[in-house]
């Protein structure tokens, strides 16, 4: 059975650190599928904050360049989102992704909030 699932998230001040993980099914964890963290803000569609490619490169979001670091642990199956000096803008939720056999699927998301 697919699952990922997120944790990690919470409410930070601004110029404040979380780390997200996501853990993956083994059937669809493998180096050669895209795999990252998108997130969606309020009234807003939702965009790639940073993923691994299919070749084992990464890509960040202009907004996450800089501040953002993915990771991952292919013995636990698990992809990290290191966030560093969070932003107000930076809130949202936070969805895991997976991409392979010409699906995507998608955990059930973790909330952060940057706020005073």
């Known amino acids: 059975q697919v699952q990922l699932v997120e944790s990690g998230g919470g409410l930070v001040q601004p110029g404040g650190s979380l780390r997200l993980s996501c853990r993956i099914s083994?059937?669809?964890?493998?180096?050669?599928?895209?795999m990252g963290w998108y997130r969606q803000a309020p009234g807003k569609e939702r965009e790639l904050v940073a993923s691994?490619?299919?070749?084992?490169?990464?890509t960040y979001g202009d907004s996450a360049k800089g501040r953002f670091t993915i990771s991952r642990d292919t013995l636990t199956n698990t992809v990290y989102l290191q966030m560093i000096n969070l932003k107000p803008e930076d809130t949202g939720v936070y969805y895991c992704?997976?991409?392979?056999?010409?699906?995507?699927?998608w955990g059930q998301g973790t909330q952060v909030t940057v706020s005073w």
């Open positions: 992704n997976v991409q392979t056999r010409g699906s995507a699927y």
């Open positions: 083994q059937d669809i964890f493998s180096r050669h599928n895209p």
């Open positions: 691994f490619t299919s070749g084992g490169g990464t």
